[in-house]
């Protein structure tokens, strides 16, 4: 049984830090892109960041480049998203998605990932 936890959410303030963590079982981490999401109240679940099944290719959300960095960790089984400088609109439900792949690609439609965590929240106060 595949199994994404996600965990570090809570709540910061405006220009401060996070960072996600998603533990990954039941697959075989190191042949699955990882992929972040986030879904405000009221809104659809948007893509935040990707990166493939190696670690050496990365893509971001505009709203969101140059301020997080995704990153994974094969030998953990765990993949992170690191959020600096975090504003009030990165308020939101953080998930972690995974997918089979051995290619170099990236995947940010919700639609291209097999399995899902339950979130984390990130509140960030002004």
């Known amino acids: 049984q595949v199994q994404l936890v996600e965990s570090g959410g809570g709540l910061v303030q405006a220009g401060g830090s996070l960072r996600l963590s998603c533990a990954a079982s039941g697959l075989t981490f190191r042949i699955h892109a990882m992929g972040w999401f986030r879904q405000a109240p009221g809104t659809e679940r948007e893509f935040v960041a990707a990166?493939?099944?190696?670690?050496?290719?990365?893509r971001y959300a505009d709203s969101v480049l140059g301020r997080f960095t995704i990153s994974r960790d094969n030998a953990k089984n765990t993949a992170y998203l690191q959020m600096n400088s975090l504003k009030p609109e990165d308020t939101a439900v953080y998930y972690c998605?995974?997918?089979?792949?051995?290619?170099?690609?990236?995947?940010?439609?919700?639609?291209?990932?097999?399995?899902w965590g339950q979130g984390t929240q990130v509140t960030v106060s002004s």
């Open positions: 990166i493939s099944w190696s670690g050496l290719n990365t």
């Open positions: 998605a995974a997918r089979y792949s051995t290619s170099s690609r990236t995947y940010y439609g919700r639609n291209e990932y097999d399995y």
